[in-house]
């Protein structure tokens, strides 16, 4: 997620600063916005970059928390079976690409050892 956020963010500035800047300055300020300092701009420059920064977060800001109440959306469609929990499977419902007797429990005539079905006759 966080090459997401940096590619929306470096893609907004980019946006709002290369009108006003040299490729060399908005690929400093871009890196780092600790290098803004570190330029001699003047303080309605200083400005501007803040605001774009300050848009650019925005957006990553607003980008996350859609996604984040799209993932919250899918989560509810998720069941939990526990770990102990025997699944219960309806009649003819497939399991591991095989047809599930439903009245026999899921685990019986497995052989532990190797997995392969036990022949008990």
């Given amino acids: ?19 006003r800047f040299s490729p060399e300055i ?6 780092s916005a600790l290098s803004l300092p570190d330029l001699e701009l003047s303080d309605e ?3 501007l970059v803040l ?10 800001f607003i980008s996350f928390s859609i996604l984040t109440v799209i993932m919250f959306m899918a989560s ?12 219960q499977l309806s009649q003819g419902e497939v ?3 095989q047809v ?3 009245d026999r429990p899921l685990g019986d005539g497995l052989n532990e ?9």
């Fill in 1 to 19: 997620m966080k090459a997401v956020s940096g590619a929306i963010l470096n893609n907004i500035l980019q946006a709002g600063l290369k009108e």
């Fill in 26 to 31: 908005i690929s400093r300020l871009t890196s």
């Fill in 45 to 47: 420059d200083k400005r």
């Fill in 51 to 60: 605001a774009v920064y300050a848009r650019g977060l925005n957006i990553v």
């Fill in 76 to 87: 509810l469609g998720l069941r939990d079976y526990g770990l102990g929990q025997k699944v």
């Fill in 95 to 97: 399991h591991s690409g």
């Fill in 100 to 102: 599930v007797d439903i």
């Fill in 113 to 121: 050892q190797d997995g392969e079905d036990r022949d008990d006759t």
